[in-house]
């Protein structure tokens, strides 16, 4: 799933629950942009990542690791936003699960070090080097992102979706 997408099925979320407590819930342009970034933080390993493939095995694609920090967080922070970023970063690693085509989620991690995903994943797509790729290899793996039309599907529809029930 791409940066966008998984910026929008925040906001869907967040959205959602905006319709069934608007007055706990607001939306305002700083939430909605706050909810797309907390949306995207478990992406952040790109950074370092040398690989497409790669980027999915830091602790930020860990499950695990997300509901520690969600445990320790509920010492320290407000538990509504405790719970909304926790949920966010769940649809985040969800919709990897779904729409992984190099590198599947670790859901088991450290007991199980197996990558699962919804599809069959290509690994070999994904050895390609994350920013020194030519234009041929851009578009090769563009090519091989929107094969999956179910997949494609999937990410529109979230699309779709929100558009229709922020509107």
Same mark, same amino acid.
Not at 32 to 39: E, H, M
Not at 100 to 129: H, M, Q, V, W
């Given at each position: 799933?791409?940066?966008? !997408?998984?910026?929008?099925?925040?906001?869907?979320?967040?959205?959602?629950?905006?319709?069934?407590?608007?007055?706990?819930?607001?939306?305002?342009?700083?939430?909605?942009?706050? *909810?797309?970034?907390?949306?995207?933080?478990?992406?952040?390993?790109?950074?370092?990542?040398?690989?497409?493939? =790669?980027?999915?095995? !830091?602790?930020?694609?860990?499950?695990?690791?997300?509901?520690?920090?969600?445990?320790? =967080?509920?010492?320290?922070?407000?538990?509504?936003?405790?719970?909304?970023?926790?949920?966010?970063? &769940?649809?985040?690693?969800?919709?990897?699960?779904?729409?992984?085509?190099?590198?599947?989620?670790?859901?088991?991690?450290?007991?199980?070090?197996?990558?699962? =995903?919804?599809?069959?994943?290509?690994?070999?797509?994904?050895?390609?080097? &994350?920013?020194?790729?030519?234009?041929?290899?851009?578009?090769?793996?563009?090519?091989?992102?929107?094969?999956?039309?179910?997949?494609?599907?999937?990410?529109?529809? *979230?699309?779709? &979706?929100?558009?229709?029930?922020?509107?």
């Amino acid at each position: 799933m791409n940066t966008i !997408s998984h910026g929008i099925l925040g906001i869907l979320f967040y959205k959602i629950l905006n319709i069934i407590n608007p007055e706990l819930f607001i939306i305002n342009i700083n939430i909605l942009i706050i *909810i797309f970034i907390i949306s995207n933080i478990p992406d952040i390993d790109i950074i370092w990542a040398k690989t497409l493939e =790669s980027h999915h095995k !830091s602790l930020l694609h860990i499950p695990l690791f997300w509901i520690g920090i969600y445990i320790f =967080s509920l010492f320290f922070i407000n538990y509504i936003f405790s719970t909304i970023f926790i949920i966010c970063i &769940i649809l985040h690693l969800i919709s990897d699960y779904i729409c992984a085509r190099t590198a599947g989620i670790k859901l088991f991690y450290p007991i199980n070090n197996k990558e699962y =995903s919804l599809y069959k994943l290509d690994k070999p797509k994904g050895i390609k080097k &994350i920013y020194k790729q030519n234009k041929k290899e851009k578009l090769d793996f563009m090519k091989f992102y929107l094969k999956n039309k179910k997949l494609i599907a999937f990410e529109y529809g *979230i699309y779709i &979706i929100t558009i229709f029930i922020i509107t």
